[in-house]
């Protein structure tokens, strides 16, 4: 998401995990390239960087093989620098955030950007690991109506 953003002229600093191996930098390469700031990417030691393939079935439907690998290596430290990249992110931004990283981390960003009144977008993949509700947010921040312009 942060590189199509990216590609579409807006602002995005990515936040997760890579491993301590040859497939980081790979990983990182285009995002770089893309200009994406990347500033908020470590490196998990001792972790494989996570990888993901994508196969379309005959019927259509889409199947997704993923190995987490570093993205599941989050310790309490590691989620520092994200809460304070939402609470110093200029009004206007708005959180992505997928399930490739452990739950805990969705659940406590998603509440910090909640806390700022933050648009949220949730990509609920891995499916498996997304939990309902996700944050125990009052009614009036689940949903934002759409602004009437004019």
């Not at 690998?69 to 989050?74: G, L, P, R, V």
């Amino acid at each position: 998401m942060a590189f199509l953003a990216r590609r579409l002229g807006v602002l995005a600093q990515l936040f997760g995990r890579v491993g301590d191996d040859e497939l980081s930098e790979q990983a990182l390469r285009r995002l770089r390239q893309a200009r994406v700031d990347v500033s908020g990417v470590t490196s998990a030691a001792g972790c494989p960087t996570a990888v993901s393939m994508i196969a379309v079935l005959p019927d259509g439907k889409k199947c997704i093989a993923l190995a987490n690998k570093a993205n599941d290596a989050w310790g309490a430290d590691d989620l520092r620098p994200v809460l304070a990249a939402i609470r110093e992110t200029p009004e206007g931004s708005v959180l992505v955030v997928d399930y490739e990283l452990p739950p805990a981390i969705v659940r406590k960003a998603v509440i910090a950007a909640a806390e700022r009144r933050l648009p949220i977008v949730i990509g609920p993949s891995p499916a498996d690991r997304v939990e309902l509700p996700c944050s125990p947010m009052p009614p009036r921040l689940r949903r934002t109506p759409p602004r009437r312009r004019g």
